[in-house]
């Protein structure tokens, strides 16, 4: 079947504009997960739902970051007022449930802000 | 809360050589720990994994190993190949996945 998939693949946007990034995860999948990676690092956790739960907004660094996801389908995280230090890939995963299970990772978002 | 410290942060081998990548964690409350790999511009995909009633785990030139009572667990790599070349996390779950900051290996051949 079908992995995660995400859109844009690429979004280049200046300085002061708001992005908005989508997650579809695998059907059936009840948690989903969104991770930022800048180049040559590590995987910053942002935020993860589970179900009809709410969701863990720890990892958002500010207000300018946001997400929603209707049931167990689509997300969306919205960068507002874009800074260039948001320059990075956006990863989406998304899992069985929030246990001991594999996450499988979109293709991610290349976002650069000039 | 919880925090995965990952070593070393680079790693160069000679193809054919082991490698061994370690992990310590301070949430004492994990059961679930997995090794993510992340080839260049890829997205990172599950190698291997291991729950907490198990101390080793081996899948062909690939195990891992986990002490609860030191909190660490490693990542072993034997007979190294140049397709090993990528940037390996780890993770572990305690409420929610945890990953280390990632070890870059680079296997010479």
């Known amino acids: 079947?079908?992995?995660?998939s995400q859109s844009p693949s690429n979004k280049v946007t200046e300085?002061?504009?708001d992005v908005e990034l989508r997650c579809d995860p695998i059907s059936g999948h009840t948690a989903l997960y969104w991770?930022?990676?800048?180049?040559?690092?590590?995987?910053e956790f942002l935020i993860y739902f589970q179900g009809n739960s709410a969701p863990d907004k720890s990892g958002l660094p500010s207000d300018r970051f946001s997400a929603e996801r209707t049931g167990e389908s689509v997300s969306t995280l919205t960068i507002q007022r874009t800074q260039q230090e948001d320059s990075a890939v956006y990863l989406c995963a998304s899992s069985l449930a929030t246990g001991d299970y594999e996450q499988y990772f979109g293709p991610?978002?290349?976002?650069?802000?000039? | 809360g919880e925090n995965v410290e990952q070593h070393p942060s680079t790693l160069s081998v000679q193809e054919g050589d082991s490698a061994v990548i370690k992990c310590t964690y301070s949430d004492s409350a994990s059961?679930?720990?997995?090794w993510y790999k992340q080839e260049l511009g890829k997205r990172p995909q599950l190698i291997i994994d291991i729950r907490s009633n198990v101390g080793e785990k081996k899948d062909?030139?690939?195990a891992v190993t986990l002490n609860k009572t030191a909190k660490h667990f490693s990542?072993?790599?034997t007979e190294t190949q140049p397709e090993d070349s990528a940037v390996y996390f780890c993770a572990n779950k305690g409420n929610k996945l945890t990953f280390g900051g990632g070890t870059r290996v680079l296997v010479k051949p």
């Open chain 1, 15 to 17: 300085k002061g504009k």
């Open chain 1, 1 to 4: 079947g079908a992995g995660v």
């Open chain 1, 108 to 114: 991610g978002t290349r976002l650069t802000v000039t």
């Open chain 2, 31 to 34: 059961n679930y720990f997995p």
């Open chain 1, 35 to 43: 991770y930022r990676q800048r180049l040559g690092q590590g995987l």
């Open chain 2, 75 to 77: 990542l072993h790599i």
């Open chain 2, 60 to 62: 062909q030139r690939i």
